[in-house]
C-alpha cells in the first residue's frame, strides 16, 4: 500500500505549499515524525501549518508560534544564490529510498545534479584518521564503483570520505553524493572546501540543515542516517568501536539496509569497530566484487522497508481520555530514550498505536517529550 506522506498532492506543489512545508519543518519542536503526521492528518502544509498553534494549545502552550516567516524568506533568498533547490517529504522529487525510513528529513536542500537520487547508491564510511591501507581501499571503491555506475554515498569528513568522494568524481560517468552535516553554505572540515564545490559542481551536494548553520555535534549522527537512508548498501572500510561510522552502520541495520565491512587487523583499534560488524554478520568486503553480489542479491530480494506507525485520521481513532494517557506516558519516559513501540508496549491496556502517536506529536509540540536521533522518546 502506498504511504500516505507520498500521495497527498495531486499534481506539483505550489510556490505557496512548499513554502508552507519549509516553515513548518522549521517550526518549533516540529521533528521529522511529527511533521509526517501532520501532513498526513491535514493534506497540506498550508493546512498543518494552520492547526499547528490548535494542536500546540492542546498540549498546553498556548504561546505557540510556528516559525516566523522573514526568517523563511531569508532561508529561500540564501538558497537561491546558492543554486540549491528544496525537496520536500511527500513531493515528487524527494528521494525514495529516503522517504521508507521512519525518520526522513521533512525538507532537504540540494545542489547539483538530483538525477543521482534514482540510481543505485552505496554508502562508504569509514575514520577520520584513516591508515595508509584504508585510504587504498576507499580510494579503489570508490572509482571503481563509480565506473560501474554506482553513486558513492558519503558524509563529506576528511579521511576515508573525503577519499570515496573525490575518487568517485574520477571516471567520466562517476557520480558522489555528499551529506552535509551543516548547511550547505558552512562546509565542515573546512579543509573540504573545495571538495565539496566539486560535488556540488560534478555530482550532489544535500544538507537538512538552514543555509548559515554551522554543525554542532547532534547534527552529526542526524547527517548519518541520512547517509545510511539514501543508500542500498553501507559499506565501512576502517571504524573504531566507537565512532560515527558505527553510528551510520547501526542506521544501515534499523533501516533494513544491507552492512559490508572491511576486515583489519586485530591490533589496530582503528579497525576494530569492522571486525565487531564481521563477527556480528555483516558482508566481508575485499573488493568492488563483493559489493555488486551484495547489490544483485538485495535486487532478487523483497523490498526491505523500515516500520513506521501509519498515521490515521483523528476522526478515526477510538475516544481515549488523553490527558490520563499523556501522565502514563510521562511516568514511563526519562531522560534515556525510549523507542516508540516499547512504549506502546509498556503501557497498560491496549492504546491503538495511532493514539499514541497522535499523542507524542501533540506532547512534542508542547514541549513535554522530544526524540532523539533514531526515533526514541525523551522526557522533557
Sequence with gaps: MAEPYLSELDGPPTQAEMFARLRLARSRRVGPATFRRLIAEHGTGIAALEALPGIAARAGDTGYAPADEADIRREIKAAKKQGARLLALGVPGYPERLAQIGDAPAVLWAEGDTTLLARHCVAVVGTRNASSLARRMARALGRDLAKEGVVVVSGLARGVDAVAHEAALEPDHGGTIAVHAGGLDRVYPAENVDLAARIAAQGLSLSER??????????????????????????????AAKSGSMITARNALDQGREVLAVPGHPFDGRASGCNLLLRDGATLVRGIDDILEALDALAEAPVARQAAAEPQSVSALPTIETDDLARRVLDLLSPVPTPEDQLLRDLPGPVPAGVLAALLSEMELGGQVARKPGGGLVRL
Design 210 to 239: 538552514a543555509f548559515g548553520l554551522a554543525p554542532q555535534a547532534r547534527d552529526f549522527p542526524r547527517r548519518n542516517r541520512i547517509v545510511s537512508g539514501l543508500s542500498q548498501a553501507v559499506v565501512v572500510v576502517e571504524a
